[in-house]
Nanobody, 115 residues
Framework: VQLQASGGGLVQAGGFLRLSCAASGRILSIRTMGWYRQASGKQRELVARIVSGGSTNYEDSVKGRFIVSRDNAKNMAFLQMNSLEAEDTAVYYC??????????WGKGTLVTVSS
């Protein structure tokens, strides 16, 4: 199983980006998909996640600005990031958990927000 994330880049504060993550390979069923991020010098943190039924959770600092979604038919997850702030600068990692409880990680995509 491989996860391929895309959509990172450089944006000005107040702008927006949309991250995409595509899962490929032998996937029985995905229970949860989401995004983590790791800023320089900081620990990796959960940004947002969405379970197969559609319920979502967000890290407090992104609530109201970020929206996580998924396309179950295509095994894809998305992260719409609005009103970006300099503090959102980080490497963003796509993540998923199968129904068997196995975690999969994609390579990170860098998001840089200039103030």
């Amino acid at each position: 199983v491989q996860l391929q994330a895309s959509g990172g880049g450089l944006v000005q504060a107040g702008g927006f980006l949309r991250l995409s993550c595509a899962a490929s390979g032998r996937i029985l069923s995905i229970r949860t998909m989401g995004w983590y991020r790791q800023a320089s010098g900081k620990q990796r943190e959960l940004v947002a996640r969405i379970v197969s039924g559609g319920s979502t959770n967000y890290e407090d600092s992104v609530k109201g600005r970020f929206i996580v979604s998924r396309d179950n038919a295509k095994n894809m997850a998305f992260l719409q990031m609005n009103s970006l702030e300099a503090e959102d600068t980080a490497v963003y990692y796509c993540w998923m958990t199968s129904i068997c409880g196995t975690d999969y990680w994609g390579k990170g995509t860098l998001v840089t927000v200039s103030s």
